[in-house]
């Protein structure tokens, strides 16, 4: 460690970051022996190695990380932990020009921002499949990510009745279904006025199944299950022993507004969900329930058996399924246990009808009857990842740590300090049924100047951890953008990405191939403009429409080399669209100004790239 670096561990010490100071003092500041030095030095050697991929080699996993309230996905190699690529999904993205061509501004609608949560891999018998990525975001939306391309195919939603989706996007086993929970209930359908007074009577929260067709990915509303306004935090699906049902975390079951950090903590107990989601399908196939916003909701009061409550700590966060599917994982964030419910006591306590009582006519289950064993991993629990041989690991908030331990013995087996504060971890096919172990990525919230100083907005940290052994090491730290809320992670070898989209597989009505046919057209004051662009030039080079015209261009990059990609910057006129190889896309506006406006290829691709311009020339009416 600098001197430099010392002086500020330290400064920051005396500024008050507490919660990390044994930490930090014992492994920072205390003195070395020669010995230790030699020891540490080794140690840094070995961990090198473990994360070096040599120039030209390349990582045996992605990483695909959400990017939080910046709208985005983004995509590591590990061990490397080099950040690869952006996927735009939520919010516009000049770098690739999403959110500026007609297809994509479609799919956005109006809302330019999102926030996005949880990464989840499409499954095939439980094992992710490399096909799809869905990411929910807050906004009541999941979006469908093609894993061929890496590229946004579909947005849906807002979703009626669902708001602020935070427990989502959870797949199914065989992808049957992407999940989504409402975070803050609210009067539903949308648009309903009641009074924050009445809260506990009038407002409702949701937890939903959004169908996934098998075929294309194409994601679509199916049902919707009435729940109190509790507030929906986080979810899993079951597996294996479990699979057919889906667990969600709760907090606010005191069903309390104002300051809940107060008035959502009286209880000593919130709830896990336990949805029969088979169930739920054959309720809404038979038309039970009613149509509220236009989707079909079930009452569980109404219906018997879609529902089941599981009392849990006070405000659980994460709940998490076990490769078996044989235990539920969770805890309330300020217990020092985490728990494992039992899934065949749950069903045995279904069957028994061993409840405690019932919230709005949905049973709650004896906690008891349905725990297996409280683990001490440590104070803060939040989630929970899993490894072969029924390891699992527990990222702790509080304690700014990871516990491991074991399915089954429920004893904690190694605990290791990160830096700082912990949220989500992810381990390699760590939400399959069968997980790699290797590695795992704890997703701090902090990063506390691990990093070159880029003033007060700092980047979030994530940690590379070693877990091939019983003692867990960390190998290396890596930094992104706000904000790594989880993360899954996929063998490489599973994904067979395209490098350019092939000519016959262009359908574009609009797409040319060859700089002949390239033109514009009038019909009235809409002009449609068919455009080539090919190193190192547009084809037409210059075009002109009258003052008021709408304007459609549709650029097709007749490349088919890989990374020939083009852009297309059309000044004064906000925009910016960038083309794949055999790409085609349209950009449509008024020219509302009248002028001489040049455009130019935004994305380097040769020698001649500076040459790669033309002028759009507005008459003025
Ligand atoms: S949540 S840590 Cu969506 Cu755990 Cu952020
Ligand atoms: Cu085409 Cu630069």
């Not at 230790?36 to 070995?46: G, I, V």
């Not at 691990?450 to 951890?465: F, K, N, Y």
């Not at 390239?518 to 084809?539: D, I, N, P």
Request: hydrophobic content about 35%; overall charge negative.
């Amino acid at each position: 460690m600098t001197r430099r670096s010392t002086a500020r561990t330290t400064r920051r010490l005396a500024g008050g970051v507490l919660l990390f100071t044994g930490v930090l003092l014992t492994s920072q500041c205390a003195p070395r022996s020669p010995d230790s030095a030699r020891a540490n030095a080794s140690d840094a050697a070995a961990a090198a190695q473990k994360v070096y991929v040599a120039p030209g080699d390349l990582d045996p996993y992605y990483m695909f990380a959400s990017g939080g309230h910046s709208g985005q996905v983004y995509v590591y190699g590990l061990p490397s932990m080099r950040h690869i690529t952006t996927i735009p999904v939520f919010t516009p993205y000049p770098a690739t020009g999403y959110g500026f061509d007609d297809e994509s501004k479609k799919m956005l609608g109006n809302l330019t921002w999102g926030d996005v949560h949880h990464p989840s891999l499409s499954e095939t018998n439980g094992e992710y499949d490399g096909r799809w990525l869905f990411v929910n975001e807050m906004n009541g939306r999941v979006a469908r990510i093609d894993l061929r391309d890496f590229k946004t195919k579909q947005i849906l939603g807002p979703v009626p009745n669902v708001s602020g989706n935070h427990g989502s996007a959870f797949v199914t086993p065989n992808s049957e279904y992407t999940m989504m929970a409402s975070r803050f209930s609210i009067p539903i359908p949308k648009g309903t006025y009641a009074s924050v007074d009445k809260y506990a009577t009038d407002y409702k929260g949701v937890v939903a199944g959004i169908k996934i067709d098998p075929k294309s990915g194409e994601m679509s509303v199916g049902w919707q299950i009435l729940t109190p306004p509790f507030d929906w935090d986080l979810g899993d699906a079951g597996k294996k022993a479990s699979d057919g049902w889906m667990f969600w975390s709760s907090y606010n079951t005191e069903r309390a507004t104002g300051k809940l950090e107060v008035t959502a903590s009286q209880r000593d107990r919130d709830y896990i969900a336990a949805v029969d989601w088979r169930a739920a399908e054959k309720a809404a196939a038979d038309g039970k329930g009613t149509m509220i916003g236009g989707v079909r909701v079930l009452d569980p009061k109404a219906i018997p058996g879609l529902l089941y409550l599981l009392p849990c700590g006070k405000s659980p966060h994460g709940v998490d399924v076990s490769p078996d599917g044989k235990y539920i994982i969770g805890s309330g964030k300020l217990q020092s246990v985490t728990v494992a419910f039992s899934f065949d006591k749950i069903q045995a306590a279904i069957k028994n009808k061993d409840f405690t009582g019932d919230e709005d006519g949905i049973p709650v289950l004896k906690y008891e009857s349905v725990k297996e064993a409280e683990v001490p991993v440590g104070l803060g629990p939040l989630h929970t990842q899993f490894g072969p041989d029924g390891m699992a690991y527990t990222s702790l908030f509080v304690d700014s740590a990871v516990a491991s331990w074991k399915l089954g013995q429920w004893q904690v087996i190694d605990k290791i300090p990160v830096s700082y504060a912990i949220g989500h971890l992810s381990a390699a096919e760590g939400d399959t049924v069968s997980p790699d172990g290797v590695f795992l990525v704890a997703l701090n919230k902090l990063s506390h100047g691990r990093h070159l100083p880029v003033g007060p907005s700092q980047p979030e940290a994530s940690q590379l951890v070693d877990i091939s052994q019983e003692k867990m090491k960390i190998l290396t730290d890596a930094f992104t953008e706000p904000e790594p809320h989880y993360a899954q992670i996929i063998k490489a070898d599973k994904l067979k990405p395209v490098e350019v989209y092939p000519k016959e597989e262009n359908t574009h009505p609009l797409a040319v191939w060859d700089v002949k046919d390239v033109g514009v057209t009038r019909q009235g004051s809409k002009v449609t403009v068919k455009m080539v662009a090919v190193r190192s030039a547009f084809y037409p080079q210059t075009f002109e429409v009258n003052e008021g015209d709408t304007v459609t261009i549709a650029i097709t990059n007749i490349e088919q080399t890989t990374d020939e990609l083009h852009g297309f910057g059309l000044l004064d006129y906000n925009t910016n669209v960038v083309i794949d190889p055999g790409e085609t896309k349209t950009i449509t506006f008024v020219a509302n100004k009248h002028g001489v406006f040049p455009y130019y290829c935004t994305n380097f691709c040769s020698a001649l790239h500076q040459e790669m311009q033309g002028y759009f020339t507005v008459k003025p009416r």
